[in-house]
Nanobody
């Protein structure tokens, strides 16, 4: 079992930055690839980025490449999402998720999900 809790969301002006954190409980955090997803009002949940269990490989959706950075600290059982040059279209609830796999994983069928944190970017 893995429980996830996101934090760090808020209101920011366009061009600003936020750093999201996702704290995990459970003894086997390092067995899981981690991902960030987001869901804007009236839209489906979409993939943002993922990182392998050891942090060695990452993958991003095209719309955030060069602006967002995912990282993890297995000792702290935490995954981070550094978001720079934020745009109004980045406004959404951001979710972290865990998938028991040794690979990158960008589909929606993750094993565990956090409750989400709201990110609002004003123009």
């Amino acid at each position: 079992q893995v429980q996830l809790v996101e934090s760090g969301g808020g209101l920011v002006q366009a061009g600003g930055s936020l750093r999201l954190s996702c704290a995990a409980s459970g003894r086997t955090f390092s067995n899981y690839a981690m991902g960030w997803f987001r869901q804007a009002p009236g839209k489906e949940r979409e993939f943002v980025t993922t990182i392998t269990w050891n942090g060695g490989t990452t993958y991003y959706t095209d719309s955030v490449k060069g602006r967002f950075t995912i990282s993890r600290d297995n000792a702290k059982k935490t995954v981070y999402l550094e978001m720079n040059s934020l745009k109004p279209e980045d406004t959404a609830v951001y979710y972290c998720a865990a998938k028991r796999t040794s690979s990158l994983y960008y589909l929606l069928d993750y094993d565990y999900w956090g409750p989400g944190t709201q990110v609002t970017v004003s123009s």
